[in-house]
């Protein structure tokens, strides 16, 4: 088994090859949450909220179906976005205000997508296994949206 230092690298790898010389953010974004949902373990969902008049509005993913519409500042993915900061949260269910679009979902992590300062969205990862998710995989998932906001 690959370090997760290896498996983000490979991740970063195959994202950069994805994306290279393609403008579409949506195509992007649809092969990013594949290529996560499929490339790391114990996820039950991955994908992207975009900014849309003033609440994040559900993007392209990989899982099961989720909430449409999150005001900004609400449950893990609007407070990610409010604070304009990543959050990882061991257990969802001692969130104040989460909001359980799959009851399965135990554990969860927010990158925001920030463009010229402004946030445009975010990335959201679900997994089922309270604690699936530490610094390491913060770090590794802003590379990945680093690499993600480069290349469009």
């Known amino acids: 088994m690959s370090s997760k230092a290896e498996l983000y690298d490979d991740l970063a790898r195959q994202l950069a090859a994805l994306i290279d010389g393609e403008p579409n953010r949506i195509a992007n974004a649809a092969n990013m949450a594949a290529l996560i949902y499929h490339g790391l373990p114990a996820l039950n969902w991955a994908g992207f909220y975009l900014e849309n008049g003033g609440e994040l509005v559900l993007g392209p993913f ?5 909430c449409v519409r999150i005001p900004w500042g609400n449950g893990v993915c609007g407070t990610a976005a409010a604070r304009a900061t990543s959050v990882v949260v061991s ?8 909001i359980a679009c799959d009851p399965d979902s135990a554990a969860e992590l927010v990158v925001p997508l920030i463009e010229n300062g402004r946030v445009t969205g975010v990335l959201d990862l679900d997994s089922p296994e309270r604690g699936r998710f530490d610094d390491e995989d913060r770090q590794g998932c802003e590379r990945l949206v680093e690499i993600f906001l480069k290349g469009r």
Do not use: I, R, T, W
Request: glycine content about 16%; charged content about 25%.
């Open 62 to 66: 990989q899982g099961k179906p989720a």
């Open 91 to 98: 257990d969802v269910h001692e969130f104040p205000g989460h």
